[in-house]
């Protein structure tokens, strides 16, 4: 028997922004550069976002923005890599922003944070939260604005060991995080038959596969998407599940709770 408490479907639309400029010309990718730490998407697990690159940019920075459903202002920055985090403050240009350290001449920029959320000079773990995404600086939308850097000079951003593309507008590519998922998820079981896992949180995304009958899965993340009805009730809280590699709504995980007790938001 299922008890879900029904949960109103809320909904977000994501802004977008434009990136401050900085000082220094752009660079292609340094030759001869050390290989770097596997930098992972800066914001949290399981979250869609989409990016774009400004020719008037200084280093090679990408711009995300969320393309999942969720507001972008006001979601957790996560560091890349671990290293070391220090704060700085540019009102004209890059806002509040955090600088991380990975050792070996590699860094990483965060951009236009509405808060910090860690002190500097801090060591933090990647996947760690390091503040807030905003508009802070020379920005007119929220959303982070990223560099990898090697000795100062601008890289070409590669996330888990691939370059990415390096689009003129937002909407034409499209990243999801690992970022922060941890290596285990939290066991649960589905109930049903044919339940379908898909690549993200909407009814209309892809399926990735589907689950004949009630199977024992491990949840990584819960996050909110498109509202599913089953028997009577509602819910429109997602799980990602870390074997299927894909998001399973709430409604068929075995448990009475509509959003998952002690589940990370993704």
Request: hydrophobic share 35%; proline share 5%; with cysteine.
């Amino acid at each position: 028997m299922r008890f879900l408490r029904r949960l109103p479907l809320l909904a977000a639309a994501a802004l977008l922004g434009l990136a401050g400029l900085t000082a220094s010309p752009a660079h292609a990718a340094e030759a001869g550069a050390t290989a770097g730490p596997v930098f992972k998407a800066p914001y949290p697990c399981g979250q869609r976002w989409t990016y774009s690159h400004h020719s008037a940019e200084v280093r090679r920075a990408l711009d995300f923005v969320r393309s999942d459903g969720g507001a972008t202002a006001g979601t957790p920055v996560l560091a890349s890599a671990a290293g070391r985090a220090t704060r700085y403050s540019q009102p004209s240009g890059a806002g509040n922003y955090i600088a991380i350290d990975h050792g070996g001449g590699w860094t990483t920029y965060y951009f236009h944070l509405s808060a910090y959320s860690v002190a500097s000079g801090a060591s933090v773990a990647q996947g760690q939260q390091i503040g807030v995404t905003g508009s802070t600086g020379n920005s007119s939308g929220a959303h982070i604005h990223y560099e990898q850097l090697y000795n100062g000079v601008g890289q070409n951003i590669v996330i888990n060991g691939a370059g990415l593309s390096y689009p003129g507008s937002y909407n034409q590519a499209y990243l999801t995080s690992d970022n922060g998922c941890g290596g285990s998820g939290y066991p649960f079981s589905t109930w049903g038959s044919g339940v379908n896992v898909r690549a993200d949180a909407r009814a209309a995304a892809p399926v990735v596969t589907t689950l004949a009958g009630p199977t024992a899965v491990r949840v990584l993340c819960q996050k909110q998407g498109d509202t599913v009805n089953a028997e009577g009730y509602s819910n429109n809280w997602w799980s990602k599940l870390r074997d299927q590699n894909g998001f399973v709504s709430n409604i068929y995980i075995d448990h009475p709770d509509a959003v998952l007790p002690g589940v990370p938001l993704c």
